[in-house]
């Protein structure tokens, strides 16, 4: 005791006056360019990490519980730190451990640490992995352009071993965890900027025009002729609810989820309702059931009774429309000659998700529940998901692109925009020059 104390007074004055340096600019928001991996279709993003800062590419997983990146290949920095047992950030983490690492001292394998479980949801895979902290930076907006770069001192993290990058695009060295823990990348930012624990994503359909991620509040502006269209003015709400059984691929008892669930009430098809076992559509006590966003898959997938319901539905409503053969996983296909064409998409009826809350309809128009899958055939964007799945809805990615989703954690609450296509603008038209 008599030796470690006039330690941590030393490390306590050191923290005192980092904490002092980063009040010195207090961003509203940040902003950041979310890419459309071409080969993977993963949504990938760019943020700065390190001294001396160097850009890191990460693969963006909406429920992901934190940001980790691989420290066995190049990860150089002064300023990494690891988190020494039983400290604040071992805490935060629910990292109860202690360990040592016998090849180091380096970034991810130090003595007297914990660890925490990072996984790769692309691949199924988790890992042991070192909890740590070290310098971000990301650029701050007034909502409209990029401005001045923010940096956070002390932002935690996981290292994980360079395998867990399997799968990954081309490029990434580790995964964007936006999920509602409180070491989610959103909590962190919002924590280290005193700013409200919201973020937005935007997400481009374009693997050549990129997509965007806020954190913190609006207005989020994209350019449109003749002004542009802050869709976080006008969005629908629906709760987000906790699904109390951890959907990561290692977590220990008595862990809840940190991907984000929706309930949807009832699905239609061309305006009439589709008859499905709505059980499914709740969450039970053991974590099964219910409705989530994720990133991770492309395409949404349906419980095969929900599927079933949704698939025959919207056969029916298309009768007039020529068929094609079938273009695996997709059931439901179309010759594209006979298929009209909107500004919101191919011309086919909509599907409407009925979410809980007043007005929260989400509507996908053909861009969202249509994919060409080559230059002759449409095919309905949803995947069976096989009679016993975890959640019964998983709502992907090609549904939400060019749909501002805004996450508000403290108010536990989605806002959506339904798509951007319908007001003229879309996911690609946030205005990336920097007024720095
Ligand atoms: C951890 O401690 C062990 C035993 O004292 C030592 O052999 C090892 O080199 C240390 N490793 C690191 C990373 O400091
Ligand atoms: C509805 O789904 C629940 C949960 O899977 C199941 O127990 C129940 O038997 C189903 N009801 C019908 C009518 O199929
Ligand atoms: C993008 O922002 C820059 C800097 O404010 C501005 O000069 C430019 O006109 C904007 N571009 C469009 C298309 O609005």
Redesign the pocket.
Known sequence: MAYSLPLFLTSLLLAISICHAQTSFRPRALVVPVRKDASTQQYVTTIQQRTPLVPVNLVVHLGGQYLWVDCDNGYVSSTYRPARCRSAQCSLANANGCGDCFSGPRPGCNNNTCGVTPDNPFIQLATGGELAEDVVSARSTDGSNPGRAAVAPRFLFACAPTFLLRGLASGATGLAGLGRARIGMPSLFAAAFSFRRKFAVCLSSSTSANGVIFFGDGPYNFIRVPAPLNPAASLAFTPLFVNPVSTAGAFSQGEASTEYFIKINSINVNNSPVAI?T??LDIDGEGN?GTKISTVNQYTILET?IYRAVVDAFSRATAGIRRAAAVAPFELCYDRGSVGSTRVGPGVPNIDLVLQGQNAVWTWTGSNSMVSVNDDVLCLAVVNGGANPRTAVVIGGHQIEDNLLQFDLAASRLGFSNTLLGRQTTCANFNFTSTA
């Open positions: 076992n059980t499914l059931g009774s």
